[in-house]
């Protein structure tokens, strides 16, 4: 049994060492950004221990039981002291072991490939050098000013803001109409108020249409009525070639 903690014990060290230094890559592929200070929180040290002594235990049970269960005398005449039923059980064991270690190593392959499908997938945007800061209620009046401030220093290349992020967006309606549109369809449309620069400054490609303009009245319209904007999945769903030009609203 402390033979089983104490091997147990060197796998958890060795193992909060190969953490460490894959902090960074892990924090590079998810997104995240893990320091090394998070590994010694106390509640995280406490699981660690608590996981480690489970495993020290599991690991170690098995092992003493069955040694306890030998027959000396047989032992030392050179006897089988093992029963059909041991033989069994380890067989079972053999086999729960290798379906874990095969059910990891999938899993493992298919988080790459999620993780590898995120980093790589196109999502209509340059996220370079991208930063998204959420602006407090008292500064919305104010954000104007704050534009025109950070407009002035040279590494900033655009500004501009949104009132949801480009890859959370929570405003959807079903209330959408458009020219043509058949009355009893109902179709749930994500919606996104902006700014003006916002296709430049997310580095947005048009396929046919314009931005937005302050030359437009249109344009400073509110978020029912006025112009829009539309991806290509929405010019699908109202099932036309060209969407430039026709009457769109929502919950008018």
Known sequence: MLESLFLVSIALVL????????????????????????????????????????????????????????????????????????????????????TLSVLIA???????????????????????????IPMAQDMKPKYYSLKAELLKETLIGGVTAARSNPVRIGSNSGGASWEGKDPEKRVLIGINAVDFDYLKTMKMELESGRDFSREFVSDLANDTTGNFLVNEEVVKIMGVDEAVGKTFSFME
């Open 15 to 98: 193992a909060l060492i190969l953490v460490g230094l894959a902090l960074p890559v892990f924090n590079n592929i998810s997104g995240k950004s893990f320091i090394l200070h998070d590994l010694l929180r106390v509640k995280f040290i406490l699981s660690v221990i608590a996981v480690g002594f489970f495993a020290g235990i599991l690991s170690g049970v098995y092992p003493a039981l069955y040694l306890s269960s030998f027959n000396p005398i047989l032992v030392l005449k050179g006897e089988s002291a093992s029963g059909k039923g041991n033989a069994r059980f380890r067989q079972i064991l053999v086999v729960i072991q290798f």
């Open 106 to 132: 999938v899993a493992a392959v298919f988080m790459y490939l999620q993780l590898k499908h995120l980093q790589d997938k196109d999502l209509g945007f340059d996220k370079e050098n991208l930063l998204c």
